[in-house]
């Protein structure tokens, strides 16, 4: 077994996530994806389409930059798509740009998000969050969101949402189906472990834990009972020894998703 | 028709109450001269109209500028939270009308189009819907599918940042991304005051005309602020001032810190000059423009 951190192993289970020929989109401050994005382009997925930041389209940047959102990620871009009239079209249109990969800052047992406010008065919030930007569209638009979180913990990991700021399986079962919803939350990464969601109930299910986690740990760290799946849980696939020298060496030099993860480094 | 006029002038369209909507991603492109002299000349009660606020937004919450929020999020991105708007909307002077990017697309769009509202299929399924009386859900006349109508929405100035424009107000981009601020904005709004990297000769535009992205019959005022973003990014020009932005969020936390900031980058500086020499002048404009 190679040596790896949890970073790496969070870059390596979202990137086995994409096909060759999948449409992918990032949002701001998202290291981890914009990495998975890179590796998987350089590995099995040459043909992934990117676009950066929603805006920038193929771009080649030499390692992952300091934002996510700012003009380093989509350097050498083939396109700059517009946001009014070109990207939002595009990704309105159920045909093209079918997976996001998102945080938030509370995820439910049915893969609602909140980026909005903590606390039960909306109008004067605990919290004020940062809002729900795209998501709240990329929710109710069948579209495959791919979340990510490096700290698994019970405040993050609802049972319920404060607020619904986007859209995931609602109360689960049907019910986004009878709102006439397409595809919706697909995979959850976090620092401990992959999580799914069960294809009848849309409950949120154990895929696999990250070696060294016991599933206790990942039930401890969530804010509601888990489903699980039938048989053994599975421990997550570890980087192999050429993915981390390429996270480490070409992807990223910096540690930017080693800062992302809170991790130190090695 | 010269557009030309002095910073001070421009600002004096924008009058207390207004809806202003301002060029903003997070830590790219706004326009900063004119949201530091909104702070000077002491505004009031404005709504700020943005897609994604930055650092400009924590400004004029913590001036007490803006007492409403209309736009899809506020974050310095890796430099975290707006702490001072925080704050704002969690004592309730600043109120949020959230809206999801296609929301805040549409109600512009229909706002340009001088229509009554333009619909979207976002946002269904989000309690969004129940706490913002512009959006409302309806039948689809011809399918009979239930999506959102979002109720047009003409700001009365819209304030962006350009690398260039003649002095009739004809406005042009180098190549580099473009947020709907310039896309839909200025099509929206009643006035538009642009500021510019540099001010040319129409002469220079007409090599590109395929880059002049605002007409000048939309525009209202134009006023040359060469680094007018700072410490914002304005691409392909200049990256962010990362330790511009690392410096107000080490202040933004206390009110008293924060005012600090304030004056000294923003009330006191009495010219962009001023502002940017305070700001660490010709050795940090170097560091931004080094990309």
């Known amino acids: 077994m190679s040596d790896y951190t949890v970073d790496e192993i969070m870059c390596t289970t979202l990137a086995s996530r994409f096909q060759d020929g999948d449409e992918v989109c990032n949002g701001m401050a998202s290291f981890i994806p914009v990495a998975a994005i890179m590796l998987a382009r350089l590995m099995h997925a040459p043909g992934l389409v990117w676009l950066a930041g929603a805006a920038g389209l193929d771009p080649r940047p030499e390692r992952v930059p300091a934002s996510t959102l700012e003009a380093p990620l989509w350097r050498d871009s083939v396109m700059y798509l517009e946001q009014y009239s070109d990207f939002w079209h595009y990704a309105q249109n159920g045909r093209n740009l079918g997976i996001f990969c998102v945080g938030a800052a509370q995820l439910d047992m049915y893969g609602n998000a909140n980026n909005s406010v903590i606390g039960s008065d909306y109008h004067r919030p605990k919290v004020r969050l940062p809002g729900t930007a795209g998501l709240g569209d990329m929710g109710s638009l069948g579209k495959r969101l791919f979340y990510w979180n490096t700290n698994h913990n019970p405040r993050a990991l609802v049972e319920k949402v404060d607020f619904r700021s986007a859209a995931g399986y609602l109360d689960g079962g049907d019910e986004r189906e009878r709102l006439g919803l397409g595809p919706g939350p697909e995979v959850v990464v976090t620092n401990l472990a992959v999580l799914d969601f069960h294809p009848e109930s849309k409950r949120m299910r154990l895929v696999s834990v990250h070696p060294g986690v016991t599933v206790e740990q990942v039930q401890e760290a969530t804010g509601f009972e888990l489903l699980l799946p039938d048989g053994d849980v599975a421990e997550t696939a570890t980087p192999t020894e050429e993915q981390v020298h390429l996270l480490r060496d070409r992807i990223d030099p910096d540690g930017l998703c080693k800062r992302e993860a809170g991790v130190a480094r090695p | ?291």
């Open chain 2, 1 to 291: 028709m010269s557009k030309v006029m002095s910073i001070e002038d421009a600002v004096a369209l924008v009058e207390d109450g207004n809806v202003v909507a301002l060029q903003n991603m997070a830590t790219q492109a706004a326009p900063m001269a004119l949201v530091r002299e909104l702070i000077r000349q002491e505004k009031r009660n404005l709504g700020l109209v943005c897609l994604v606020g930055g650092i400009a937004v924590d400004w004029l919450a913590a001036a007490g500028v803006i007492d409403r929020f209309i736009g899809a999020a506020v974050s310095m991105e890796t430099f975290g939270l707006c702490q001072q708007y925080r704050k704002a909307v969690e004592e309730g002077r600043v109120h949020v009308e959230e809206l999801s990017e296609t929301a805040l697309n549409a109600r512009l769009g229909a706002g340009a189009r001088n229509l009554p509202s333009l619909p979207t299929r976002g946002l269904i399924g989000t309690d969004i819907l129940a706490v913002n009386e512009n959006l409302k859900t309806f039948e689809d006349p011809f399918t009979g599918e239930t999506l959102v109508a979002c109720r047009a929405l003409v700001p009365d100035v819209a304030l962006v940042h350009a690398h260039r424009a003649d002095e009739q107000g004809n406005v042009q981009y180098e190549p580099t991304i473009l947020w709907p601020d310039v896309g839909i904005f200025p099509k929206a709004a009643r006035r538009t005051i642009v500021t510019v990297e540099e001010i040319v000769d129409s002469e220079v535009l007409r090599r590109n005309p395929d880059r002049t992205v605002l007409p000048g019959f939309r525009v209202d005022a134009v006023v040359e602020v060469p680094y007018g973003a700072h410490p914002t990014s304005f691409y392909p020009r200049y990256g962010y001032d990362a330790r511009f932005h690392i410096d107000w969020t080490k202040v933004s936390r206390d009110d008293e810190q924060a005012q600090e900031f304030l004056r000294r980058y923003v009330r006191e500086p009495e010219t962009h000059a001023d502002y940017l020499q305070a700001a660490g002048g010709a050795e940090r404009l170097i560091e931004v423009t080094r990309l």
